[in-house]
């Protein structure tokens, strides 16, 4: 067997102002053909799980480009179009092919292309023709859309948020791929509209029990050989934004249909229970200051660059600063120009120094003050998982009492290694503000005394009710209360 795969993803907020171009993917991954690392990142896994997977089996894998660019707004047109023709022609080279495994994320918005993902398959689909294998490992945290489903044969996504299961679902991948080719199975998918969007945390009730049946069903039942949950990103204004229920099976597309449609209906009956509370600011600082176990996690959950923010909101920080606190470390603040002004100044210094909440109204407002420069990191990076997070150049500063380090890579607080490589034991601080809707929360609720979620400023449309959607169904739970037509006695 012959086999392509390559990877080409990033999320879009399309309601976000940082703009995406070239530099971006270069900054968080670009890797040409064969030379990704050996490393998975969150998109790129089908890759190094096929590299096994070819070995084993004595297939040939041929890799084309694999790149991903952090969270953030619109993709520049030519940089979408670059990546997605570079892909393409290094498809075209290796033809003939058995199958396309590619690795990407779901929720990609370029100008003039609402829909990435589903253009770029349908040319992959073009080139090999109907009768060779096309399939994707994605984010929950995306679109399906029907020209995706027009060009693929099956897809999956991970189950778990955080998504903590990337290579194990990417395993899964493989093994249907495998099946497939060697004419074992024959998928088909079956898909529900929810007709609804929501957070969907997996490290809680009611989200936890759910996952752990559809795992159970896929376990017990050889005829489903996946289950995902689309969550839908709220940010993502485009006409087919919303959570859906995708049911693979071995060509029982109407037993899929049937089951995807009452796990829909089952999710859709737990609408709005799924979020953890949330806190404003004063209180998550007033609760933090009162605690008596440390370290206390105050999660900025909606200053997510994970999301697509700009990740530089200062609304906690001056929280803390107007309350004397100085037991404090902030982990991060996205501001590369500041960045670059520690870095001339060098370790040890101390220098006036403006920094945070440029990005956007609602991130509160720029801070001032003579800060002290206590390290500088280049190429800065975190734990995730078993990957690696660049949070790139980085300076770990003190201001009024309170460590802060800035970035000039956006990233979101996957793990407290982020504070370790600035040369902060984070086990020993009293309080530990991070930047993360919920990825966080595998690797910090094991140091954490306490985790407080903190909706503070307003960087991310969060209620879906209220934000202006251009594009996005206006049909489906909260924007409407009653989507599916229940309470009439009809679904």
């Not at 449609?261 to 009162?290: C, H, N, W, Y």
């Not at 734990?383 to 201001?399: N, Y």
């Amino acid at each position: 067997m012959r086999i392509f795969t390559a990877a080409l993803a990033t999320e879009t907020n399309t309601f976000s102002p940082i703009c995406v171009d070239r530099r971006a993917f270069e900054a968080s991954l670009y890797a040409p053909p064969g030379q990704h690392p050996e490393t998975p990142t969150l998109c790129t896994a089908p890759i190094t799980v096929g590299r096994r997977v070819a070995r084993e089996k004595g297939w040939e894998l041929i890799e084309g480009t694999a790149t991903w660019a952090d969270p953030a707004g619109l993709v520049n047109r030519a940089t979408y179009e670059e990546l997605r023709d570079e892909i393409l022609d290094q498809l075209r080279a290796a033809m003939p092919v058995d199958a396309v495994v590619m690795g990407l994320h779901g929720a990609m918005v370029a100008a003039g292309y609402e829909d990435t993902e589903g253009d770029l398959l349908s040319r992959m689909r073009d080139i090999v023709g109907s009768d060779v294998l096309i399939c994707a490992e994605l984010d929950p945290h995306s679109h399906l859309t029907a020209k995706r489903l027009a060009a693929l044969n099956f897809a999956v996504y991970f189950k778990e948020f955080p998504h903590t299961d990337f290579v194990d679902r990417a395993e899964d991948l493989w093994r249907i791929a495998v099946d497939t080719l060697e004419g074992r199975v024959e998928p088909r998918m079956s898909v529900f509209d929810c007709r609804m969007i929501d957070v969907f945390p997996t490290s809680r009730e009611p989200m936890r029990s759910f996952v752990d049946k559809i795992t159970r069903i896929e376990k017990d039942d050889p005829e489903i050989l996946s289950i995902s949950v689309i969550h839908g990103f709220m940010v993502g204004d485009v006409p087919e934004m919303g959570t859906k229920l995708l049911v693979v099976t071995d060509n029982k597309p109407e037993k899929g249909a049937a089951l995807a449609r009452d796990l829909g209906l089952e999710l859709f009956s737990k609408r709005g229970t799924f979020m953890v509370p949330q806190i404003d600011e004063r209180q998550a600082v007033s609760r933090a200051i009162a605690a008596t176990a440390w370290p206390v996690v105050i999660a900025d959950v909606w200053d997510n660059p994970g999301g697509g923010t700009a990740g530089d909101a200062t609304v906690i920080l001056a929280e803390l600063m107007a309350r004397g606190v100085t037991s404090a470390v902030i982990g991060t603040i996205w501001d590369p120009m500041a960045v670059q002004i520690c870095f001339a100044a060098g370790e040890g210094a101390e220098i006036p120094l403006r920094f945070g909440a440029k990005s956007a109204p609602g991130t509160g407002n720029p801070i001032d003050g003579t800060v002290k420069v206590v390290r500088l990191v280049k190429n800065a990076e975190m734990q995730f998982g078993e990957s690696l997070a660049p949070f790139g150049d980085a300076a770990h500063i003190v201001v009024d009492g309170i460590d802060i380090i800035l970035n000039s890579t956006r990233a979101q607080s996957f793990d407290p290694s982020l504070f370790s490589v600035m040369g902060i034991d984070p086990t020993k601080q009293k309080i530990l503000v991070i930047k993360s809707t919920n990825h966080f929360f595998a690797s910090f609720s094991k140091i954490a005394a306490e985790i407080l979620y903190c909706s503070a400023g307003t960087p991310y449309p969060n209620n879906p009710a209220t934000t202006p959607y251009r594009r996005a169904p206006k049909t489906i739970w909260p924007i409407v209360a009653d989507p599916h037509g229940l309470n009439r006695g009809a679904a």
